[in-house]
């Protein structure tokens, strides 16, 4: 019988790097998300705020297996 995976999009965030934020990301799903499979970067960005403080944003899709 072969194996079903659920696929979803989280984003992280981190002030030092792209790196950090796609981290930052999987270690926050990692919590609550049992048997992460996969993770694959899909979008890279910055956010600049206001005063002009710069936001490394890591978009992520994660797939973990489902379990029934």
């Known amino acids: ?3 079903v ?3 979803i999009e989280i984003v992280g965030t981190s002030e030092s790097s792209w ?3 796609a981290k930052n990301a ?3 799903a990692a919590k609550t998300i049992q048997d992460i499979r996969v993770a694959e970067v899909n979008k ?3 956010k600049i705020s206001t005063d002009g403080k ?3 944003r ?3 899709n ?3 297996k489902y379990r029934t």
């Open 19 to 21: 790196e950090d934020a």
């Open 26 to 28: 999987l270690d926050t």
């Open 1 to 3: 019988m072969g194996s």
């Open 62 to 64: 994660v797939s973990f």
């Open 58 to 60: 890591a978009r992520l």
């Open 54 to 56: 710069i936001f490394y």
């Open 5 to 7: 995976y659920k696929i």
């Open 44 to 46: 890279l960005d910055i």
